[in-house]
């Protein structure tokens, strides 16, 4: 028997893993509770998978045990010498054909599923006018942000991804500098971003994100890629396919837009001065700059993809974007200093009034 003090202690245990578990599952975030088509058949496998092994772990644990009792010296008596089975050639049979056919029930599933995820050809397709029917995202992986360019929409955007619900998204995957992976944990995945080839596959939103914690969907990056990986993070916006046709309109009719060197607002002026050169503020830029496209940046969940989205917080990050992500490129090259140097407290202010400012729902 456990003594009082253990058990108090077992219990505690429990108690705080309980507390800490029950964080698992929520439905934004979680592998555990999927949303969309894809999600849900990986989770399906999954489930599977932990079935079988759970009956393989269970059933022999059970032999043992009996074996274990049965065979025990004070029932069997000293000196006995149980029937020796080795050599049997029906033992031999069952315990060959047992694994193979549990690898079989595991292996059809999963390798039909890796082909169907795979399975991209609907990318190409295009109706009468020679428009592409499918939607297709473009996604780069960029130390430590991620840009989203729908090449048939001819927008861009950083940081959030924007999608329709109910229908399939096709992903063109790669990394701009090193290997990245792409993950949506609720909705499928994940898949790795290389530098030298293009990965496929696609995604389903079946929910629309508004009604979730923080109304959005969370995406990480999950692979190691330098010392601000973990804060790689992005969001997902799955909206109505009305809203979603709204939303693009809405980025298409940023077409052309330049901050102005001459401005009477400070902080345009400033974003013209300072940071133009990385940053787009039009959502039809074309991909490729050094920096996140801005132009939905108040519609945003997040600053650096990663941190609240308040004023506050956007006037450290431009004060000083290395000590929130170390090694971010918005730093000069030995990483101590914004590469656009020291600005005033009334320019960064001004800075935040103007960026917070640029929104395409508002
Ligand atoms: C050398 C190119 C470069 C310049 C110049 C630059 N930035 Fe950046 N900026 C970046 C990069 C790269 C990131 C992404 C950092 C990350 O998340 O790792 C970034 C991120 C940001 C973000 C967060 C974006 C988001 O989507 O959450 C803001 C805001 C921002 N920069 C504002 C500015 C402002 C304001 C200036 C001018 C004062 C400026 N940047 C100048 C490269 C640049
Ligand atoms: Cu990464």
Known sequence: MMKGLKKWRLFSLLAVMMVFLSGCGEDYISTLKPSGQVGKEQFNLLMLATGIMTLVVVIVSVIYLLAFLKFRRSKVGENVIPKQVEGSHTLEIIWTVIPIILLLILAVPVVTATYKFADVAAMD???????????????????????????????????ELVVPTGQKVYFNL?????????????????????????????????????????????????????????LMDFKVKALSPDAFDTWVASMKATDGK??????????????????????????????????????????????????????????????????????????????????????????????ATYIMGLSVEK
């Open 258 to 351: 330049m901050p102005d060197k001459t401005s009477a607002d400070l902080g345009e002026a400033t974003f013209a001065q300072s940071c133009m050169g990385c940053h787009a503020v039009s959502g039809t830029s074309g991909p490729g700059s050094k920096g996140p496209n801005l132009t939905a940046f108040g519609d945003r969940n997040r600053v650096a993809g990663f941190l609240e989205h308040n004023e506050e917080n956007l006037k450290a990050w431009i004060k000083d974007p290395g000590q929130f992500k170390p090694g971010n490129l918005m730093m000069n090259a030995d990483g101590t200093a914004p590469i656009y140097g020291d600005l005033t407290d009334e320019q960064i202010q001004a800075l």
């Open 125 to 159: 397709e295009v109706d009468e006018n020679g428009d592409k029917t499918a939607l297709t995202v473009n996604v780069t992986a960029k130390l430590y942000w991620w840009e989203f360019e729908y090449p048939n929409q001819g927008i861009v955007t950083a940081q």
């Open 174 to 230: 790669k990394a701009a500098d090193v290997k990245h992976s792409f993950w949506i944990p609720a909705v499928g995945g994940k898949m790795d971003t290389n530098v030298d080839n293009l990965n496929k596959f696609y995604l389903e939103f079946d929910k629309e994100s508004k009604d979730l914690k923080d109304g959005v969907f969370y995406g990480k990056c999950a692979e190691l890629c330098g010392p601000s990986h973990a």
